[in-house]
């Protein structure tokens, strides 16, 4: 008897289909009992799967999984801003504060000079790590968006395949 050989969408184990399967008989893979759908369209043989259920609960975790990340993302950004004025504005807070002292206290001036450069230097490194990790979550999660969204029409397309048969 001829047969053919297919893929199981589910766990890509080779699943054989005799040829008196007919388009739209079901099939099921001998690996992980996924059910599918023979599809044929003249000499070539392919399946899709029978049960859409849970493509369109991936779908939905997957919309889901993608308006979390997309707030995180817009929370992200709306911090970016604040935490580097901040970190600048405590720097000339320093700066404003020992040129205030200065007259009044008299402690000797080279010292505060130094001071006042290590304090702007250490807060200016941290405006630069903060700003450099907040980018690389901003990133990160645009990646990760990037990935939901190529899951996603992959979902799609495998619903819309199956859907048709
Ligand atoms: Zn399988």
Redesign the pocket.
């Known amino acids: 008897m001829d047969t053919q050989k297919v893929r199981?969408?589910?766990?890509?184990?080779e699943?054989s289909v005799p040829s008196t399967y007919t388009h739209g008989d079901h099939v099921k893979?001998?690996?992980?009992?996924?059910r599918h759908k023979v599809v044929r369209s003249g000499e070539t043989v392919r399946v899709v799967l029978a049960d859409i259920g849970p493509l369109k609960d991936a779908l939905h975790a997957n919309e889901m999984q993608q308006s979390r990340l997309e707030a995180e993302l817009r929370h992200a950004r709306a911090s970016f801003g604040i935490g580097v004025n901040g970190i600048g504005l405590g720097v000339a807070y320093a700066i404003w504060q020992v040129g205030f002292k200065e007259g009044q206290i008299g402690m000797p001036l080279l010292w505060e000079v130094v001071g006042v450069a290590i304090l702007s230097g250490v807060l200016l490194e941290l405006a630069n790590y903060f700003f450099l990790a907040k980018r690389k979550a901003m990133s990160r999660l645009s990646g990760e968006i990037e990935e939901i969204e190529a899951e996603r029409r992959s979902l799609e397309q495998k619903i819309r395949e199956a859907s048709r048969v």
């Open positions: 199981c969408a589910e766990c890509r184990t699943i893979c001998p690996t992980c009992g996924t």
